[in-house]
């Protein structure tokens, strides 16, 4: 099992960025693609991006390509999502998950481990 602490949500005004940070302890975390989604009110929850154990591959969302940039640093065991250009549409709780393996999936059912998750919101 997993721990999984997300934080750097806030409120944006739209055209801003943000980087939410993911901090990782109790399992070997250089091992697992790691992942983001999110939920808006109302809504399901949404696949935004994951990258592969080494960061070698990444997958993103098609609604947040060329705008968010996932990446991680395994010597602190950290995940990063940088959010640039955001909209009102990106408004949501935003989750890190740890993947049960090492591809990036975009399936929420191949990630077993969930943050609590990080408020983001922007501003019209």
């Known amino acids: 099992q997993v721990q999984l602490v997300e934080s750097g949500g806030g409120l944006v005004q739209a055209g801003g960025s943000l980087r939410l940070s993911c901090a990782a302890s109790?399992?070997?975390?250089?091992?697992?693609?790691m992942g983001w989604f999110r939920q808006a009110p109302g809504k399901e929850r949404e696949f935004v991006a994951a990258i592969s154990w080494s960061g070698g591959r990444t997958n993103y969302a098609d609604s947040v390509k060329g705008r968010f940039t996932i990446s991680r640093d395994n010597a602190k065991n950290t995940v990063y999502l940088q959010m640039n250009s955001l909209k009102p549409e990106d408004t949501a709780v935003y989750y890190c998950a740890a993947s049960r393996g090492s591809f990036p999936s975009s399936g929420s059912a191949d990630f077993g481990s969930w943050g609590q998750g990080t408020q983001v919101t922007v501003s019209s």
């Open positions: 109790g399992r070997t975390f250089s091992l697992y693609a």
